[in-house]
């Protein structure tokens, strides 16, 4: 069965440093999302791709977090400077909704913490 | 904005009890959907619902799509430790098919044996 595979499974890292995931969907899925789940709630959308583009990032704390998808396949989202609130999993997840299929198939997420 | 409430937020059974989670949005859906997450794992997709009053079954997992497609459930028949988790429904932005979805909180589930 096909996988949204992301990178690294878990990170540490100091308060004010730089941080970056990084996510391959599922091949041929044009919609990509980055999600932040915070320990005991659901995922929230951080920004969503069509491809190469941005869909929605209205809920991306710009100040500090940068997403992109050069070539409209793998994705990399950036912290920088990481803050302590940061802490959380960070979920990559793919869909291909012209199959009339709307769920998402999501990776096993990075788990940051920020000390 | 849209948001999508789930009760209960705990739940916790003896093995072979059922088990019910609801989920209300506050917004018409064009499809909601849910989704299992294993304690240290990912959501992973179960199901989708379209249409109103819809009725799907996976073994003993049975979903309702509600008649105003505004509420949804998920009920478990005689639990099994295997179905421990949490159970997340999801719908999509206010008059679409393909934005973003809203998670609920997620109803978490314990099976006792």
């Known amino acids: 069965e096909a996988e949204v595979a992301q990178s690294p499974r878990y990170k540490i890292t100091e308060k004010s440093q730089a941080v970056a995931f990084w996510c391959d969907p599922i091949s041929g899925h044009a919609t990509l999302y980055w999600y932040r789940q915070i320990l005991g709630q659901g995922p929230e959308l951080l920004v969503q791709?069509?491809?190469?583009?941005?869909?929605?990032d209205s809920q991306l704390p710009k100040d500090r977090f940068s997403a992109e998808r050069l070539k409209g396949v793998d994705s990399t989202l950036k912290i920088q400077p990481a803050e302590l609130g940061d802490s959380a999993m960070y979920l990559c997840?793919?869909?291909?909704?012209?199959?009339?299929?709307?769920?998402?198939?999501f990776g096993s997420g990075t788990r940051l913490t920020v000390v | 904005g849209q948001q999508v409430m789930q009760i209960p937020q705990y739940q916790h059974v003896q093995e072979g009890e059922d088990f019910t989670t609801y989920c209300n949005s506050s917004?018409?859906?064009?499809?909601i959907q849910w989704y299992k997450q294993r304690p240290g794992g990912h959501p992973v997709f179960l199901i989708q619902l379209v249409k109103s009053g819809e009725v799907k079954k996976q073994k003993r997992l049975t979903f309702q799509f509600g008649e105003a497609k505004k509420n949804s459930s998920l009920h478990i028949t005689a639990t099994q430790t295997t179905d421990v988790g949490t159970y997340f429904c999801a719908g999509p932005d206010r008059g679409s098919t393909l934005g973003r979805l809203y998670f609920g909180r997620g109803t978490q589930l314990t099976v006792w044996p």
């Open positions: 997840a793919s869909s291909d909704p012209s199959t009339g299929n709307y769920g998402y198939t």
């Open positions: 917004t018409t859906l064009s499809n």
């Open positions: 791709f069509q491809d190469e583009s941005v869909v929605d």
